[in-house]
């Protein structure tokens, strides 16, 4: 890369009025409005950062002191010294220790969604599409940050180290220390073209579908992972992970006890008497439910292996119904009637009671009528 003093055309002990003159002179000349040519405009870029740099007094001053070495490479004076004998007693730790730039590709962040699913969808799993706003590699850069045809250069202030030592005096003697460097911000190369598209990032906003497979069995509150289907990371770094949090809707006929799914089921007094055979609209297919003679209720009725599949087993849950028994409130002149002679015949098939019961009854009747 050029000297920026060469491109200004000044010394090296220019006076900060003579630099901002002399670039002046050059940016009237190369400007792209007054020299169309692709030179003069290239030229222009090289003389507007060399005059940025060479402007400031904190980055002319790093400037002019030039990359500095690590320990071990001829550091200058002491504090070459200090640090050789710190790295052979503590293994090369010392807080002066060159790190070497750091990279700007970064992971990207994990994503958390939250996806409601129904209770039929969780019976044997289901796949669904999903929609995600989430941070995608630039079409226009494909990650690099630099607009098309330019590439990152290297950072003229720390020479491509991404860290800028300085020698500090103390009670050991100098001692040199590192820091990020401020211009290049620790990646050892500026970009002085970023991508219009994303402004330099290497990744834009989006939305974009997603394919999931949703395994049977899982419940309200579980996390399912997917892998690199989170955020793109900046200049292109790899995607973080996924998240989606399960909710199960609630469903109007069944809910869920575990892997079994529970149901209840009414009964009209006359089928819990004689029994009969109903049919119940399950969450996959019709079922056939006997109701014996004699059922009473809040009886459960399994259904085996008709519940939810386990999810990190094999087979199904079941299904249990609770029977309510219905107990018509109005009847017909003819049901009563019915009903009646059933009553009838209920109470004189019913054993008589012993004189012994009949005695026992009869006192705890006056003990309580004269209580």
């Known amino acids: 890369m050029a000297d920026h003093y060469d491109v200004l055309g000044v010394d090296r002990q220019a006076t900060p009025e003579e630099i ?30 060399a005059y940025d740099v060479l402007s400031d007094p904190q980055q002319r001053e790093r400037y002019d002191l030039g990359p500095q070495p690590g320990f071990g490479g001829g550091g200058g004076g002491g ?17 002066g220790q060159r790190q070497g730039p ?35 590699l630039c079409d226009t850069c494909s990650g690099s940050c630099c607009a098309p045809g330019t590439s990152p250069q290297t950072c003229d202030i720390c020479g491509g180290s ?39 990032q290497g990744r834009v906003r989006a939305r974009r579908s997603i394919p999931i497979d949703i395994p049977a069995g899982v419940d309200t509150g579980l996390r399912l992972q997917l892998p690199g289907q989170g955020e793109v990371g900046q200049a292109g770094g790899p995607n ?6 399960v909710k199960v809707r609630h469903h109007d006929t069944y809910s869920r006890n575990g892997d079994d799914l529970l149901a209840t089921l009414e ?43 386990r999810l990190r ?31 009838s015949g209920r109470r004189s098939a019913a054993p008589e ?10 006192k705890l009747r006056d003990r309580f009528l004269n209580f």
Do not use: W
């Open 267 to 309: 009964v009209q007094m006359t089928d819990a008497i004689l029994g009969t055979t109903t049919t119940l609209t399950g969450l996959d297919g019709e079922i056939e439910v006997e109701i014996r003679p004699g059922t009473q209720s809040a009886d459960i009725l399994t259904v085996k292996d008709r519940g939810i599949t």
């Open 313 to 343: 087993g094999t087979g199904r849950g079941d299904l249990k119904i609770g029977v309510q028994v219905v107990t018509p409130t109005k009847l017909s002149h003819k049901e009563r009637e019915l009903m009646e002679k059933f009553a």
């Open 102 to 136: 750091r990279s700007r590709r970064e992971r990207g962040q994990d994503a958390l969604l939250r996806l409601e699913v129904d209770l039929e969808d969780i019976v044997f799993g289901t796949q669904r599409d999903i929609e995600v706003d989430t941070a995608v």
């Open 20 to 49: 901002k003159k002399a670039y002046r002179k050059l940016a009237r000349e190369l400007h792209p409005d007054v020299n169309p040519s692709p030179d003069a405009s290239e030229r222009f870029k090289d003389v507007t950062h």
């Open 240 to 245: 973080g992970d996924l998240y989606l949090e």
């Open 162 to 200: 991404g860290q800028i030592q300085r020698t500090v005096r103390s009670l050991l003697g100098n001692v040199m220390t590192s820091s990020p460097c401020g211009t290049c911000r620790g990646y050892g190369t500026v970009i002085p073209n970023p991508c219009p598209t994303c402004q330099g």
């Open 353 to 362: 009671l012993s004189h012994f019961q009949q005695g026992l009854f009869g």
């Open 79 to 95: 504090a070459a010294g200090f640090g050789d004998i710190f790295d052979a007693f503590f293994g090369g730790g010392g807080q």
